[in-house]
């Protein structure tokens, strides 16, 4: 299962995750040989938080009680699912998993 943040503009006019810009998972499934209905996918946060800056709808970052919020359609997906392995795509994606702001920190090259 991969969870991403949140549904960005071309999902929430398609109805579906990861598509549009966001379809570079599909790319990267395929690149590791992994067949996409072999992955369920979908995003912690179930709608698209944006502003409006002219003719566009540029994604706004949900805050954390809207993750919340959303908890109980994750946890039900997960449940039906049952999935062997959960990757979050980011750290709303972890938050929405954890219940707490995750720590990212860089890997240091070398």
């Known amino acids: 299962m991969l ?3 949140q549904p960005g503009d071309q999902e929430d006019l398609a109805g579906r995750p990861f598509v549009g810009p966001a379809g570079i998972v599909h ?4 690149a590791a040989e992994i067949e996409r209905a ?6 912690g ?3 698209f938080k944006n502003e409006p800056r002219e003719k566009r709808r540029i994604h706004k970052k949900p805050r954390h009680e809207e993750i ?3 908890r109980w359609w994750l946890d ?3 449940t039906i699912i049952q999935p062997r392995i959960v990757v979050a795509l980011g750290a ?3 938050r929405s998993l954890t219940h ?3 720590a990212i920190m860089p890997i240091a090259a070398g």
């Open 76 to 78: 039900q997906e997960i």
């Open 45 to 47: 946060v179930k709608h």
């Open 68 to 70: 919340d919020a959303c």
């Open 38 to 43: 072999s992955v369920y996918i979908t995003n």
């Open 27 to 30: 790319r990267a499934l395929e």
């Open 100 to 102: 707490k702001a995750p």
């Open 3 to 5: 969870v991403g943040e």
């Open 92 to 94: 709303t994606a972890a």
